[in-house]
């Protein structure tokens, strides 16, 4: 079965202090790898999408990786307005639909 | 990055009626749209999959004929929650493909609120 790991389920981060937000999968077909943010309320915003394990993506404070296994957020030096969900989710159907992940959910206190 | 339109963004109903909610892509063509619906604090899980001009391929356990799907354009798809029930209350999401990427856009979600 298809399934996405996300973690930690929360994470509270200091202004400043940078870490990484994980995602693990087991599919049977990797077609993509997603990265989107949420706030509540919202619709998910997209961020990055990862397509091969070694590929590597970079927007302002954060930068996306990708292993055969896992992929991982980086948040270099966040701010309080980076805090929002982070939701990741795969493509595995001939389609395109996403099979999400439960999300991290980061507080950044200033 | 494109956009996806969703409307209402709000809407409360009184139990036993019917709600529709429309999808639209912006400033592209979407032959394929997804509806996904979150629960508070739980992660999106996908409804079925509209595709332009056919029928709707529903995910398990989702009643076709309590949530109607029509794909009528390649701009517009809309959910129609038939015969609301209290616990038809959640955040639905449409999202849509460009196609050119494979990258999917999310609308900004419909909270609906059964009475």
């Known amino acids: 079965e298809d399934q996405v790991t996300q973690s930690p389920e929360a994470l509270r981060l200091q202004e400043g202090e940078s870490s990484s937000l994980n995602c693990s999968y087991t599919v049977s077909g990797l077609r993509g790898l997603f990265w989107y943010r949420q706030d509540p309320g919202k619709g998910p915003e997209f961020l990055f999408t990862?397509?091969?394990a070694g590929e590597e993506k970079e927007k302002e404070r954060l930068k996306a990786t990708l292993t055969k296994k896992e992929s991982f957020l980086h948040i270099t030096a966040p701010k309080p307005e980076d805090s929002a969900t982070y939701l990741c989710a795969v493509s595995v159907g001939s389609q395109g639909n996403l099979i999400f992940g439960k999300g991290t959910k980061l507080s950044v206190k200033p | 990055g494109a956009v996806v339109s969703q409307h209402p963004s709000r809407v409360i109903c009184k139990s036993g009626t019917s709600v529709k909610i429309e999808c639209r892509s912006l400033d592209f063509q979407a032959t394929t749209m997804f509806w996904y619906r979150q629960f508070p604090k739980q992660s999106l899980m996908l409804m079925a999959t509209s595709n332009e001009g056919s029928k709707a391929t529903y995910e398990q356990g989702v009643e076709k004929d309590k949530f109607l799907i029509n794909h009528a354009s390649l701009t517009l798809s809309t959910l129609t929650v038939t015969s609301a029930h209290p616990e038809d209350s959640s955040f639905y999401i449409c999202?849509?493909?460009?196609?050119?990427?494979?990258?999917?856009?999310f609308g900004e979600g419909s909270r609906l609120t059964v009475l």
């Open positions: 999202s849509a493909s460009s196609g050119v990427t494979g990258e999917l856009f």
């Open positions: 990862l397509y091969s």
